[in-house]
């Protein structure tokens, strides 16, 4: 099911529990909502010391998850983790993104693709301050569905895209899991 976004909302991240697992795992969340998200369109995390996801994506596939703490103006030190899944197979995987724009600490964990039914998935687990971790990969088929949980809870408006459905403006995701695809 397609969703029509609205504004993007950010709040602020409750002080959490701990984290209650290294990824959320599992199948496919093939009925999660699906939205079209713009190739080329750039995100922007993280503005006025907030934690969050950022996605973008290119032609063929190609996407890049980001996620930045908050640490400098929240104390705390996130917990970041879940699963992404394609309905095809996980051609390429970049740990640290291309070039190392995104990189990654010896302690976060970018797990190889695993089969599940219907496709393949990728789990990671990544402790952040404050900065830029994630990972590129590209995907054969879409939708791509992504699990993001943040200190052991999901955030569905700390999660940025850029919606093919607003001309490519930042927007939140609605409910999490959810899938995206390029348009």
Same mark, same amino acid.
């Given at each position: 099911?397609?969703?029509?976004?609205? @504004?993007?909302?950010?709040?602020?991240? %409750?002080?959490?529990?701990?984290?209650?697992?290294?990824?959320?795992?599992?199948?496919?969340?093939? /009925?999660?909502?699906?939205?079209?998200? /713009?190739?080329? &369109?750039?995100?922007?995390?993280?503005?006025?010391?907030? &934690?969050? =996801?950022?996605? !973008? @994506?290119?032609?063929?596939?190609?996407?890049?998850?980001?996620?930045?703490?908050?640490?400098?103006?929240?104390?705390?030190?996130?917990? +970041? =983790?879940?699963?992404?899944?394609?309905?095809?197979? #996980? $051609?390429?995987? !970049?740990?640290?993104?291309?070039?190392? %724009?995104?990189?990654?600490?010896?302690?976060?964990?970018?797990?190889?693709?695993?089969?599940? !039914?219907?496709? *393949?998935? $990728?789990? #990671?687990? @990544? *402790? /952040?301050?404050?900065?830029?971790?994630?990972?590129? +990969?590209?995907?054969?088929?879409?939708?791509? =569905?992504?699990?993001?949980?943040?200190?052991?809870?999901?955030?569905?408006?700390? $999660?940025? #895209?850029? %919606? %093919? @459905?607003?001309?490519? /403006?930042?927007?939140? $995701?609605?409910?999490?899991?959810?899938?995206?695809?390029? !348009?």
């Amino acid at each position: 099911m397609h969703k029509t976004l609205s @504004a993007v909302v950010v709040v602020a991240l %409750a002080v959490g529990g701990a984290a209650c697992g290294p990824y959320s795992g599992g199948g496919i969340p093939n /009925t999660a909502d699906v939205y079209d998200i /713009t190739p080329g &369109a750039s995100v922007v995390i993280g503005a006025g010391g907030v &934690a969050g =996801y950022g996605i !973008t @994506a290119n032609t063929g596939g190609v996407y890049r998850l980001v996620w930045n703490g908050d640490q400098s103006s929240s104390g705390v030190h996130r917990h +970041f =983790y879940g699963s992404v899944w394609s309905t095809g197979t #996980f $051609v390429t995987l !970049t740990r640290g993104c291309f070039n190392n %724009a995104c990189p990654v600490e010896s302690n976060d964990i970018i797990g190889n693709p695993v089969s599940v !039914t219907g496709g *393949q998935r $990728v789990d #990671f687990d @990544a *402790q /952040t301050a404050d900065g830029i971790d994630g990972f590129d +990969f590209q995907t054969d088929f879409e939708p791509v =569905y992504f699990d993001l949980l943040i200190d052991g809870s999901r955030y569905p408006s700390l $999660v940025f #895209f850029s %919606a %093919a @459905a607003l001309g490519g /403006t930042v927007a939140n $995701v609605q409910n999490v899991p959810f899938g995206l695809q390029g !348009t």
